[in-house]
């Protein structure tokens, strides 16, 4: 679980930076410059997806692109590394379960 | 791209805005090369000044005075005229086999930006690509709500986002600490820090004492530590680690002095260190050996940073970790032997002009034979035990990988057939260290003789959409398809 520090829920600025997406078609809101792996986890997502191979859940581990858990669907297009890609304003963003599917 | 695309062809390839990179592309450019600075991230920093242009944390103690030295790079970057293309990733570096029938063979560079791909020409490459934390499997690791100590730091340098729930930190080395210390500032929450560090590495450092008594990063170090000690309970000789829960971390187990100890847990954050992000150059084909020191693979340069590769160095903690000061001056020096290389600067001049770029690159580095030792990961991390995960992406254990060795795969290569291991999308990045020590162990041999992942672009996964909309001429076809 993580939190937005005080300072910049207070700043003159905090307005202006938020950002509405959905997660899973659920309103979410996030904050400009958050990747789609940190908004997740500002909104309490700990989970990303589940993996093909067990079915077990994953989330963000490494925040740099390296460990590719924190793969989502954005938008339509699955496997999309979340804490490569900015979140921004009506983006649409599914948890992934199991392999990306067909077409997407 | 048959005729020349000035928009496509550089002097010099940068890869990396980190410190290293920053100060190469910079350097360069502003002696009249013509430079392109490339970096996946949305921002130059790299890992240390992540976001240091745009950070919403303003409270500048929080992220401390070594933080903000990252803007300083910025404006030298910007007057060098450098081209700069952030949110870029490179996948491949090749040198086509056959000229383009002039006599020159320039590098070519396979990249991915906003979704499309596309190749540069450029006559010199520095690798740039910094470190990635040292994976640190432990029964549990993949839960989420388990994240690595450098992945929360990222999510408080861009996002100002700091653990809420019962937070536990775990493992050893400077940047578990770093991170406690900044948490402080900023008033996070941390209920525990449990500090792998093997009693014995003290006797192996003693004799290395003097030399980081000389250290500049001596006084900063132990005021952080100190700092951190008296303010948050630090339980010390742990030997053991487990993270338990049902598809969430809900506790973390560790043994300390033979017993078993349990702590409730929404956020685990594990560190032992960090490790050069060696893929780039090793599927480029830079030759690399194993560093008993650091116990990491590390590409072979000499004192430039020039690889086994013709026209391609590596600056920074991708060539061996020395720390973001070192990586800076490693930066300077790699470029002046590029212009060296290019005809830019005649020899005195490279010579000359990195005399006081030796002498801030030898002092940034004192005192690291001492960290290294002191933080040498226990073996029962770097080696785990049966039933821990070391290959997250295809979900391969140690006890699979031991049973592989019994049926005769000497190495991480022979691995991937046997296993899958090292096949998902992180190519290897995650499980690479672990499959060379825990091959290693059970053969019983030194990890240089097991050897590592041979990589092959691309790098990183790219769609096979992007692949297909690449202007193809025969030299691009064989930078991808027969390196
Ligand atoms: C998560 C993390 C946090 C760290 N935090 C600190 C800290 O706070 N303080 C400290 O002293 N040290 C820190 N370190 C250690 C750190 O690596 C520094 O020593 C320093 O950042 C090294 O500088 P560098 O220029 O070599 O590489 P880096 O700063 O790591 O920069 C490398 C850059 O290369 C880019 N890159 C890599 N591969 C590709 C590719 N294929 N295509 C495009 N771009 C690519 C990356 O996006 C990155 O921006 C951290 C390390 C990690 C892994
Ligand atoms: S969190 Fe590791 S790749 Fe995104």
């Excluded at chain 1, 809101?29 to 997806?49: E, F, I, K, P, Q």
Aim: positive net charge; contains cysteine; charged residues 20%.
């Amino acid at each position: 679980m993580f939190r937005r520090l005080p300072e910049i829920e207070t700043a003159p600025n905090a307005a202006a930076q938020a950002v509405a997406f959905t997660i899973d078609g659920r309103p979410a809101s996030a904050r400009a410059g958050d990747s789609v792996a940190a908004a997740l986890l500002a909104n309490g997502v700990t989970a990303c997806r589940n993996t093909p191979v067990s079915g077990a859940a994953r989330g963000p581990y490494c925040m740099m692109g390296v460990c590719f858990d924190c793969l989502v669907t954005i938008d339509g297009t699955g496997n999309r590394q979340g804490c490569q890609v900015r979140v921004a304003p009506g983006m649409a963003v599914e948890t992934q379960n199991g392999k990306r599917e067909v077409e997407r | 791209m048959s005729a020349p695309n000035p928009k496509f062809d550089f002097d010099i390839a940068v890869v990396g805005s980190g410190p290293a990179g920053l100060a190469a592309a910079a350097l360069a450019a502003s002696k009249g090369a013509s430079v392109v600075l490339l970096d996946e991230q949305a921002e130059p920093g790299g890992q240390i000044y992540r976001a240091v242009t745009e950070t919403p944390v303003r409270d500048r103690k929080v992220l401390g005075p070594d933080y903000w030295h990252g803007a300083e790079l910025l404006g030298p970057l910007r007057d060098s005229g450098a081209v700069h293309w952030p949110g870029t990733t490179v996948w491949s570096v090749a040198r086509p086999r056959e000229d383009a029938g002039d006599g020159h063979r320039p590098i070519q560079i396979g990249l991915s930006r906003n979704g499309s791909a596309a190749m540069l020409t450029v006559r010199h490459v520095i690798l740039a690509t910094g470190a990635l934390e040292r994976p640190f499997p432990i029964p549990g690791w993949t839960l989420p709500g388990v994240l690595g100590a450098g992945a929360a730091q990222v999510l408080l340098k861009t996002s100002g986002l700091v653990p809420s729930g019962a937070t536990v930190m775990a493992g050893s080395g400077p940047l578990l600490w770093l991170l406690a210390w900044q948490y402080l500032q900023a008033g996070a929450r941390i209920d525990a820090i449990l500090d792998t560090t093997p009693k014995q590495n003290w006797r192996a450092a003693l004799p290395l004492l003097p030399g980081f008594l000389r250290s500049p990063y001596l006084g900063k170090g132990m005021k952080l530590m100190l700092d951190v000690r008296r303010k948050l309970t630090v339980i010390g000789n742990v030997t053991a680690l487990r993270a338990e829960g049902d598809g969430a971390l809900k506790s973390v187990v560790y043994t300390r002095n033979g017993t078993e100890h349990r702590l409730p847990a929404d956020t685990l954050l594990l560190h032992q260190g960090v490790i050069p992000n060696l893929n780039l150059a090793n599927a480029t084909g830079c030759a690399q050996r194993w560093d008993g020191q650091q116990r990491c693979w590390r590409p072979t340069t000499d004192d430039w940073g020039a690889t086994s590769v013709e026209g391609v160095s590596l600056a920074g903690d991708g060539a061996g970790i020395g720390g973001a000061r070192a990586a800076e001056e490693a930066g300077r020096l790699a470029a002046l032997d590029a212009l060296h290389r290019l005809g830019r600067i005649g020899r005195e001049q490279r010579d000359q002009s990195a005399v006081p770029v030796r002498t801030a690159l030898d002092r940034a580095l004192t005192g690291r034979a001492f960290l290294d030792t002191l933080y040498t990961p226990a073996e029962a991390f770097r080696v785990p035990a049966d039933d821990t995960i070391v290959c997250r992406c295809e979900e391969i254990t140690a006890g699979a990988v031991r049973e592989a060795v019994r049926l005769g795969c000497s190495g991480p290569n022979q691995a991937k057939s046997f296993l899958r291991c090292g096949m998902g999308p992180c190519q290897g990045r995650l499980c690479g260290p672990t499959v060379t020590e825990v091959i290693a162990a059970e053969r019983g041999v030194s990890p240089a003789e097991v050897g590592y992942y041979r990589l092959r672009p691309p790098v990183k996964p790219i769609t096979l959409a992007e692949l297909a909309a690449l202007p193809k001429t025969a030299a691009d076809i064989d930078a991808v398809f027969k390196h």
